[in-house]
C-alpha cells in the first residue's frame, strides 16, 4: 500500500523558516516524480513544486521561486522542502504528492497533508 | 483566483449526464494536451479520474470522459451515481513560470 506521511509542519513567524518532510513507502520512490502542493485556508490546490525521480529536474511556482527549495533522499524515500522567508500567504495544507507512472505533471497518490501557519 | 476556471457547483439526477468546463489560456489548457481531472470526496485524498485530456488511468470507470475545445477542457460524467457526488478539480501544464495550474474545484451533486 502505497504511503505518504508529511511532518513538519506548524506556526511560524513571518520571515521565518521550516523545514517539511515526506515519508514515502509501498512503492519504488526512487522511480517516481514527487510534488509538493498546497491548499491556502479557504482556496483551491495550488502547485507548489516537483522533483524528477533522480533529483536531476526541479521546478517551483512562481510564487515560491527562490524561497523554497525541493529535495528527496531516494536511499530514506523521504522527499523534503525548506521553506524561508515565509510570508502569511504561504499557510496552507501542504501534501506530498506522487507523480503518476513516468509522467511528470500528474498525480497519484496524496498524503493526509501538513498544516504550516505563517502569522505572528 | 485560480488560474483555470471552473464553475463552481453541477447538480444532475441518477442516470443522467453533467459536464464540467474548465477555461484557460493558450498558454496552458489551449496550448497543450497536458490536462487532468481529479475527483474529491470529504476528508479524502484527491483521485487521478482524467489525464492526457481524455485518458483513464487503469480502474475509472468509463463513465468518465475528457475532452478539449480551444482554450476550454470539459469533463462529462454519464450514468450518474450517487457515489459520483464530490469536488471535482482540473489541471493543465503551462507554458509559464508556474508550470502547473488548477481550477478552482466544482462541486457536483447528485439529486
Known amino acids: 500500500e502505497v504511503q505518504l506521511v508529511e511532518s513538519g509542519g506548524g506556526l511560524v513567524q513571518p520571515g521565518g523558516s521550516l523545514r517539511l518532510s515526506c515519508a514515502a513507502s509501498?512503492?519504488?520512490?526512487?522511480?517516481?516524480?514527487m510534488h509538493w502542493v498546497r491548499r491556502a485556508p479557504g482556496k483551491g490546490l495550488g502547485w507548489v513544486s516537483r522533483?524528477?525521480?533522480?533529483?536531476?529536474?526541479?521546478s517551483y511556482a512562481d510564487s515560491v521561486k527562490g524561497r523554497f527549495t525541493i529535495s528527496r533522499d531516494n536511499a530514506n524515500s523521504t522527499l523534503f522542502l525548506q521553506m524561508n522567508s515565509l510570508r502569511a500567504e504561504d499557510t496552507a495544507v501542504y501534501y506530498c504528492?506522487?507523480?503518476?507512472?513516468?509522467?511528470?505533471?500528474?498525480?497519484?497518490?496524496w498524503g493526509q497533508g501538513t498544516l504550516v501557519t505563517v502569522s505572528s | 483566483q485560480s488560474a483555470l476556471t471552473q464553475p463552481r457547483s453541477v447538480s444532475g439526477s441518477p442516470g443522467q449526464s453533467v459536464t464540467i468546463s474548465c477555461t484557460g489560456t493558450?498558454?496552458?489548457?489551449?496550448?497543450?494536451?497536458?490536462v487532468s481531472w481529479y475527483q474529491q470526496h470529504p476528508g479524502k485524498a484527491p483521485k487521478l479520474m482524467i489525464y492526457?485530456?481524455?485518458k483513464w488511468p487503469s480502474g475509472v470507470p468509463d463513465r468518465f470522459s475528457g475532452s478539449k475545445s480551444g482554450n476550454t477542457a470539459s469533463l462529462t460524467i454519464s450514468g450518474l451515481q450517487a457515489e459520483d457526488e464530490g469536488n471535482y478539480y482540473c489541471?493543465?501544464?503551462?507554458?509559464?513560470?508556474?508550470?502547473?495550474?488548477f481550477g478552482g474545484g466544482t462541486k457536483l451533486t447528485v439529486l
Open positions: 489541471c493543465s501544464y503551462a507554458a509559464r513560470d508556474t508550470l502547473l495550474v
Open positions: 493558450s498558454s496552458d489548457v489551449g496550448g497543450y494536451n497536458y
Open positions: 504528492v506522487r507523480g503518476y507512472s513516468q509522467y511528470a505533471v500528474y498525480f497519484e497518490y
Open positions: 522533483i524528477k525521480s533522480d533529483g536531476s529536474h526541479i
Open positions: 492526457d485530456v481524455n
Open positions: 509501498g512503492f519504488t520512490f526512487s522511480s517516481h516524480w
